[in-house]
């Protein structure tokens, strides 16, 4: 054996496993340290609870009431968006510089559409009072308030806000109000009410990716 086969770097053998690039990894990583898959789960089950709401008549079917059932599914949806920007490691993803924003982005967007698919899908089928229109209308508002509001108290609390909110809208459809910040009770023709709510989702979406939530600090420790 000769002084260059043994500084010749080995070569790869047949069949093996190849590295997964850095960039999957991160984003696998700050999907699962999110709890996103066990979010989509949960987005998925707001779905067939819509469903259940509207094919056995939880709500009334026609009438301005016929939107309290579907509202409280949709902040609950919004909601458990939100909780999502918690991570009990911390924003281990800073170390990445730049990328941190965008993973935030793309979760936040992408839950965001995936929420309003999967109670579109639920109320495949039966009647949704006022349509498909102010049910994402109202979940791309409810999610913008979650995302302000873990700015201000980090994610496990985040939901605060969007229940808080669907909370004063249920008031709201009983006193029969008409201004344009209390969107999730408003027609679908409202154009108001789609400036407000898709004011407050830009805001959130906006703020979130640049700062991120507010950290605890066990998380900065």
């Not at 819509?50 to 059932?69: D, K, M, S």
Request: proline share 7%; hydrophobic share 50%.
């Amino acid at each position: 054996m000769t002084a260059a086969e043994v500084l010749k770097p080995p070569t790869a053998r047949a069949g093996t496993v190849r590295p997964i690039p850095a960039g999957i990894r991160l984003t696998w990583l700050h999907l699962r340290t999110r709890r996103i898959p066990a979010a989509v789960l949960a987005l998925a089950v707001c779905g067939a609870l819509l469903h259940a709401a509207l094919h056995w008549h939880w709500a009334f079917n026609t009438g301005p009431y016929a939107q309290q059932v579907p509202m409280i599914i949709e902040a609950g949806a919004a909601a458990m968006i939100a909780v999502t920007a918690h991570s009990p490691f911390g924003e281990t993803e800073r170390a990445t510089g730049r990328w941190l924003p965008y993973l935030r982005l793309l979760a936040a967007i992408g839950l965001t559409g995936l929420a309003i698919l999967a109670l579109q899908l639920g109320a495949v089928g039966e009647n949704l009072n006022d349509g498909i229109a102010v049910l994402a209308r109202n979940v791309i508002g409810f999610t913008g308030l979650g995302l302000l509001c873990s700015l201000v108290t980090g994610g496990l609390l985040a939901w605060t806000l969007p229940m808080g909110y669907m909370t004063f809208c249920q008031y709201a459809l009983l006193e029969d109000w008409t201004a344009p910040w209390t969107w999730p009770v408003r027609p679908p023709a409202d154009r108001g009410a789609w400036i407000c709510a898709c004011a407050v989702f830009a805001a959130g979406i906006l703020l979130f990716t640049i700062r991120g939530p507010r950290a605890r600090l066990s998380d900065d420790s």
